[in-house]
């Protein structure tokens, strides 16, 4: 089966750790990007990466990082300098082409502890 | 920057009656948009899309609507079941904005027995 996968579903964190969040697809799409949602609210940027090797802040990048060393994989580290990181974490991709969807991940909730 | 809202967060429809979901959108550059349906503690499933040079698209039991003048968006559900019950969002892509999404908030729909 095609699709995009978050591990873990639900991740405990100390104040002052840093995680990493993993998300792996196999739809072979170049894209690849990391929402946070809070409670009742929309979904928010913090990284894109259109192709290998190569990514761009979105929104809310300060306290984040990621890398792109395979199509495939986008990780996402959490890092000690987000001062807020409790929230559900959204992983999605998509095909090249200007009007194409994209496909999301089931997320990962994440708890500070 | 551009803003996606949502006219209302929340929406309580009978059991086969019809649903209207609206949103509204800023950017008049934005020449891509979709809905996405989000169950509680999931990613967002793709539902619709429809591109800037279209009024009107139909799915199965859903229909979007687009009004580029006033620059609002809408879904609309035919025959609403307990299983779409969730929250939807609106998201709308401006050219040159590298397939970037922005999301609204949301609208959570509860279909009523």
């Known amino acids: 089966d095609g699709g995009i996968t978050q591990s873990p579903k639900y991740l405990f964190r100390k104040e002052g750790q840093n995680v990493t969040l993993s998300c792996e697809q196999n739809?072979?799409?170049?894209?690849m990007y990391w929402y946070r949602q809070d409670p009742g609210q929309g979904l928010r940027l913090i990284y894109y990466?259109?192709?290998?090797?190569?990514?761009q802040k979105g929104d809310i990048a300060e306290g984040y990082s990621v890398s792109r060393e395979k199509k495939e994989s986008f990780p996402l580290t959490v890092t000690s300098a987000q001062k807020n990181p409790t929230a559900f974490y959204l992983c999605a991709c998509t095909a090249a082409g200007p009007y194409n969807e994209q496909f999301f991940g089931p997320g990962t909730r994440l708890t500070v502890l | 920057g551009e803003s996606v809202g949502l006219h209302l967060p929340t929406l309580s429809v009978q059991e086969g009656d019809n649903s209207i979901i609206n949103c509204a959108y800023s950017?008049?550059?934005?020449?891509?948009f979709i809905w996405y349906k989000q169950e509680s503690g999931k990613g967002p499933q793709f539902i619709i899309d429809?591109?800037?040079?279209?009024d009107k698209r139909q799915g199965q039991r859903v229909t979007v609507l687009l009004n580029k003048t006033v620059k609002h968006l809408s879904l609309q559900i035919a025959a609403t079941q307990p299983g779409d019950s969730a929250v939807y969002f609106c998201?709308?892509?401006?050219?040159?904005?590298?397939?970037?999404?922005?999301f609204g908030s949301g609208t959570q729909l509860t279909v009523l027995p």
């Open positions: 429809i591109r800037s040079n279209m």
């Open positions: 950017n008049s550059a934005s020449d891509y």
């Open positions: 739809l072979n799409h170049d894209a």
């Open positions: 998201a709308d892509r401006f050219s040159g904005s590298a397939r970037q999404l922005t």
């Open positions: 990466s259109q192709i290998v090797n190569d990514f």
